[in-house]
């Protein structure tokens, strides 16, 4: 009787023993941006812990931490979850070990197209993709009789439409806060234009030309038709934004969707919001837009216990299908065995029309920075397109200066 | 108090400022002075989900032998205050030779972020204070001179805006000047303008913010002016209602200058202290129109994926720098005062 018992008990519990990756030792601390995707990937990595200590930080601050955190030695955190801008200062600081052995030895599950390698060694595994594309109210444009934009001019065109029309005051939104996010639109809707941001692969910027007069044109076009507190709002307020059914047509993350369409807020809204894909501007055929990758590091001041119980709980849930079935509306996940459903619209139509990874290069991040700031008094009409864009030349050769680039 | 037993008193005190504050000091002075290696880039290839290409990387072989070398990284002098970033010397001196107004050379200077940031910080300091120290007298007088039995909650609601964290009461405030809050709605209907934005127009935010200072700091001026008020001794005040002082007379004649070590304190620390204005800029998401000394250092440290030492060190030591210069006159003059008072 107790023999059947022990087996019963044995079988019930085998699925979840399953789970479990076998770690004997080691300790993993995650550090992580927090959206949807990237807690359910944790939750994952932690079913198969074992007896390994396991902590995590999810924080929208994560770029102000990482790289302190990761040059302290010990570093605070083994793991950090990062994106193709975010890894770049990791790899300027050499913090970040190459996992090529951890790789060949636990990495069974993980597709070669989720590795991202550098001269050869793999330095993060992707899980999942990210992009900036158009959400639209359907409701609205049948309205008002107008097709689903699928170029900003179009955007401008229908936006103005509905303006006229007295439906919405500020019909279109993007994540114009002045910094990271307004630059990053900068960046989007400059690809978008064919430009190039450094000249023949150095590191002298190359911006002030007519595409960058093009991308604020457009810009600046795009924010006379938004909340006039535009520079202030990030991701998440126009998210509010949406929700509040103050918007027709938003430029927005892919991972966002989620949490925008879940069962808060107006039912009417969240069935008229559509997904569709990122639009093209300037009669250029790629999309304005930047094609991003999730994935984990590990760090370099870690011992080898720690980085080889942190790769193996993390290998676990980027290979896991189990995670990405169920999840499956929360990310477009990188993982073999994922199926597209109508939130992974936006990404996969932008690697369908060949848009460009945002640019992984070690002196973007200064540019990037540059542009944030310079360009706000463009947007407040204080200052001439030109102007601005030889702002942020000077600003970006300062500061590249300073940090040995130039 | 002897000499010695001072010594022994201030010892673990200074000792303290030594290690905390003087030290930190001295190191940022030193990096102030140094800038990053050359960056060795080779190319290599990169692939990742959306395919592979050649382009750059940071060697690191060769760039962590040249940090073991010289961890400080690259002598630079004072090359990191004279850039386009700080005191942007070439480009003033450039400026001055080709603009053909003195109104268009301050213009194109204004533009430059050090020089914004110091005019930003510089008005908010040379408008808060005075009205700081207006407003905080004005309360006190009036606290002063009403009933007691209401007077102790009275000073609790006044202290209030001092007891809330800045950053949540700068929080309070831009939600209430949003385009839809209820400060920023009704300026709209007032203003028969649905576009405006206090948020987006500069002149709008700089206002705010120094509205919000002057509510954030009023309180400690009351409540020091206040605690001074409680010694202003009671005879000549009675005197001179006697001979027929008015009101503004016995304040101007009795009250004033008896406080009026107090109020140099108060102004001393007010003036640091609007040096220094940060919180609200960030409460109020406001780093496109208003940026001051304190926010480029914060920018320089994490608002970049590259964090920019050298630049950030060098911002810091003209803040010391540019506050001492602020309080020499005021120093200067209690100098004076205690040199004729011995």
């Known amino acids: ?406 | 108090m002897p000499n010695r037993s001072f010594f022994w008193f201030f010892f673990p005190a200074g000792l303290a400022m030594i290690l905390f504050i003087g030290l930190p000091i001295i190191s940022t002075g030193i990096q102030s002075f140094y800038a990053q290696h050359d960056q060795i880039l080779i190319e290599v290839k990169k692939c990742d989900p959306f395919g592979c290409k050649t382009s750059v990387v940071v060697d690191q072989e060769a760039t962590s032998k040249i940090k073991e070398e010289k961890p400080l990284g690259k002598f630079n002098g004072f090359g990191t205050y004279i850039d386009r970033n700080h005191l942007a010397s070439d480009q003033v001196s450039e400026f001055w030779s080709e603009s053909k107004s003195v109104g268009e050379f301050i213009g194109k200077v204004g533009n430059l972020p050090f020089y914004k940031a110091l005019v930003f910080t510089l008005t908010y300091c040379v408008i808060v204070t005075p009205c700081v120290l207006l407003l905080g007298f004005i309360i006190a007088l009036s606290l002063n001179a009403i009933s007691r039995k209401i007077r102790g909650p009275l000073i609790f609601g006044t202290i209030l805006p001092m007891i809330v964290t800045p950053l949540v009461g700068s929080l309070v405030l831009f939600w209430m000047i949003d385009a839809e809050g209820i400060i920023g709605a009704n300026l709209q209907i007032l203003m028969d303008d649905p576009y405006l934005s206090v948020k987006s127009s500069k002149a709008l935010t700089w206002i705010t913010i120094i509205i919000y200072g002057v509510w954030h700091h009023s309180p400690f001026a009351f409540v020091v002016f206040y605690a001074a008020l409680q010694t202003v001794p009671q005879e000549p005040l009675e005197a001179s209602i006697i001979d027929g002082a008015s009101r503004f007379q016995r304040v101007k004649h009795i009250v004033l200058p008896h406080i009026y070590p107090v109020v140099t304190f108060v102004a001393l620390i007010s003036l640091m202290d609007n040096f220094r204005v940060f919180e609200p800029i960030i409460g109020f998401s406001a780093e496109g129109s208003a940026q001051s000394l304190s926010w480029l250092i914060y920018d320089n440290l994490v608002n970049e994926e590259v964090i920019l030492f050298g630049s950030a060190a060098a911002t810091s030591i003209m803040t010391i720098v540019g506050i001492s210069i602020i309080l020499t006159p005021v120093l200067l003059r209690t100098w004076k005062e205690f040199r004729t008072n011995r």
């Open chain 1, 1 to 406: 009787m107790k023999k059947i018992l022990v087996t019963l008990l044995f079988l019930l519990f085998g699925t979840v023993a399953n789970a479990d990756c076998n770690i004997k030792s080691g300790s993993i601390n995650i550090l992580a941006n927090d959206f949807p995707a990237l807690r359910t990937l944790v939750e994952t990595a932690k079913e198969c812990k074992g007896s390994a200590d396991f902590k995590v930080t999810h924080s929208a601050e994560h770029n102000k931490i990482a790289v302190p955190a990761l040059t302290a030695n010990p570093s605070e955190f083994s793991v950090r979850v990062a994106a193709n801008s975010s890894i770049v200062p990791l790899m300027n600081a050499d913090l970040i070990r190459p996992m090529n052995d951890l790789v060949k030895k636990y990495g069974k599950g993980i597709q070669e197209s989720q590795l991202i390698t550098i001269d050869g060694k793999v330095m993060a595994v992707a899980f999942m993709a990210n992009t900036q594309h158009l959400y639209v109210r359907t409701d609205v444009l049948e309205e008002n009789g107008i097709a689903i934009p699928k170029t900003y001019e179009e955007v401008v065109a229908a936006a103005e439409k509905i303006r006229a029309a007295g439906k919405m005051k500020y019909p279109y939104a993007a994540a114009y806060k002045a910094g990271w996010n307004l630059a990053e639109e900068f960046v989007n809707m400059y690809i978008g234009h064919g430009g190039e941001f450094f000249k023949d692969g150095g590191a002298q910027p190359n911006i002030n030309n007519a595409k960058g007069v093009a991308t604020l044109n457009m810009l600046k076009k795009l924010a006379d038709l938004s909340n006039p507190d535009y520079l202030t709002h990030d991701s998440e307020a126009i998210k509010v934004e949406w929700e509040s059914g103050n918007v027709a047509i938003m430029t927005l993350w892919a991972s966002r969707s989620g949490t925008l369409l879940d069962d808060e807020g107006d039912a009417n809204i969240t069935a008229a919001t559509k997904l569709v894909a990122p639009a093209t501007v300037g009669g250029g055929n790629i999309p304005a837009a930047t094609l991003w990758w999730d994935g984990f590091t590990l760090a370099k001041n870690r011992s080898d216990a720690d980085a080889e119980a942190s790769f193996r709980a993390m290998a676990h849930a980027a290979s896991s299908k189990e995670m990405v079935a169920k999840a499956a509306d929360q990310a477009v996940w990188l993982v073999e065995g994922f199926v597209p459903g109508p939130k992974s619209v936006g990404v996969i139509e932008a690697v369908k029309m060949g848009a460009k990874p945002y640019p992984m290069l070690p002196q973007m991040g200064l540019m990037h920075g540059a542009l944030g700031s310079e360009i706000v008094e463009f947007l407040q009409g204080n200052e001439s397109a030109e102007q601005a864009l030889k702002d942020v030349e000077a600003a970006y050769i300062t500061k590249a200066k300073e940090q040995g680039f130039l």
